[in-house]
């Protein structure tokens, strides 16, 4: 009984420490540069740095450059990774509507949707995919 109570301690042990191995690897995979395109309500590119502070903490800046409209640079209020998937917050230019993010990164390539809602009603103001591509 008691090396089969040591035995499953042990796998416990690994598999808890890979879990977290595994996580810290995908925070790692999401840190670093990214260029890509949006289409949707309005098209344009992007560039993205995510990074990872000494806590662990992910937090990224966009700066966006629409085909039609004024370029612009936002950060993010919130980044949660569960494995290959991200989902990110970024506060509008004005304060005035918030972006929902939602990724999944395969290698050195990131796509998804986004969604922004004007703040005051809640209201989606516009919605589209992009992908993006480590540089």
Do not use: C
């Amino acid at each position: 009984m008691r090396k089969m109570t040591f035995a499953l301690l042990i796998v416990l042990i690994f598999g808890v420490g890979y879990m977290a191995s595994a996580q810290s690897k995908s925070d790692n995979n999401a840190a670093g540069t990214w260029s890509g395109s949006w289409t949707g309500g309005s098209t344009g590119k992007f560039e993205m740095i995510i990074k990872k502070d000494a806590e662990g903490k992910l937090s990224a800046t966009l700066s966006g450059t629409p085909d039609q409209g004024e370029s612009y640079t936002i950060h993010s209020t919130l980044i949660e990774s569960n494995g290959s998937k991200l989902t990110m917050k970024f506060e509008g230019p004005d304060g005035e509507a918030e972006a929902k993010v939602q990724a999944v990164i395969e290698g050195a390539s990131m796509k998804g949707d986004y969604s922004i809602r004007a703040k005051a009603s809640g209201e989606e103001v516009e919605k589209g995919t992009f992908t993006a591509s480590r540089k």
